[in-house]
């Protein structure tokens, strides 16, 4: 067990739907991370918090937003929802930003669009 | 831009050894990562190289060339439970962004 949990573990939806997944991090860390990880492609950065502010941003779609709240869960909201989000969507923290961390995943939410 | 490659498939026998590569081309450097994924779970860490040289850790070891932008992950007196993907994962200097290779999945057998 990482300390990372993650809710729900499974969501079934359909197109043109939201969902919000929630990420609840360790203990004591400040920097909460999102991942989507597709059949056939690696894990894909999203985003990156750092104590409620945005640290880092990656090929997140515009369709999709995250924030952190000041008790350090993270949510990430995929909205207008489409097929091919359908995915292994992973939440990773660590105690600060630092470049050496190392990243504690949780288990993951597997997201299916119909 | 950002390209991290490994193979995709790798097979190996229960007692021998394997090593899976990890080349990068990334917007500069600040480390580098490997991570198991057991098919269905969370990634875990493996181990961490930012300097040049060997970091041995158990039955793994990992090593790094930031000349060449290269890495491999040395698995010795394989076990069946090493069944697995193994991710390598890029910090960048400038981005501080984490990230991750496809991913080689290693499947071994008896």
């Known amino acids: 067990d990482s300390g990372v949990t993650q809710t729900p573990k499974h969501l079934i939806t359909a197109t043109g739907q939201r969902v919000t997944l929630r990420c609840s991090p360790r203990?004591?860390?400040?920097?909460v991370y999102w991942y989507q990880q597709s059949l056939d492609q690696g894990l894909q950065f999203l985003i990156q918090y750092y104590n409620g502010e945005e640290r880092a941003k990656g090929n997140i779609l515009e369709r999709f937003s995250a924030q952190q709240f000041p008790d350090l869960h993270s949510e990430l909201n995929l909205s207008s929802l489409e097929l091919g989000d359908s995915a292994l969507y992973f939440c990773?923290?660590?105690?600060?930003?630092?470049?050496?961390?190392?990243?504690?995943f949780g288990s993951g939410t597997q997201l299916s669009v119909l | 831009g950002q390209n991290i490659d490994q193979p995709t498939e790798m097979t190996a026998t229960e007692g021998a050894i394997v090593q899976i590569n990890c080349t990068y081309q990334?917007?500069?450097?600040?480390?580098l990562f490997w991570y198991q994924q057991h098919a269905g779970e969370a990634p875990t860490f493996l181990s961490y190289n930012v300097l040049d040289g060997l970091e041995e850790k158990g039955r793994f070891s990992s090593f790094l060339s930031r000349s060449k932008g290269y890495s491999y992950l040395l698995l010795k007196e394989l076990q069946m439970k090493d069944s697995a993907s193994y991710l390598c994962?890029?910090?960048?200097?400038?981005?501080?962004?984490?990230?991750f290779g496809t991913g080689t999945r290693l499947q071994v057998f008896p």
């Open positions: 203990s004591g860390d400040l920097s």
């Open positions: 994962a890029v910090r960048e200097y400038n981005t501080d962004k984490l990230i």
């Open positions: 990773a923290s660590s105690e600060r930003d630092a470049t050496n961390e190392k990243l504690f």
């Open positions: 990334t917007s500069g450097f600040n480390g």
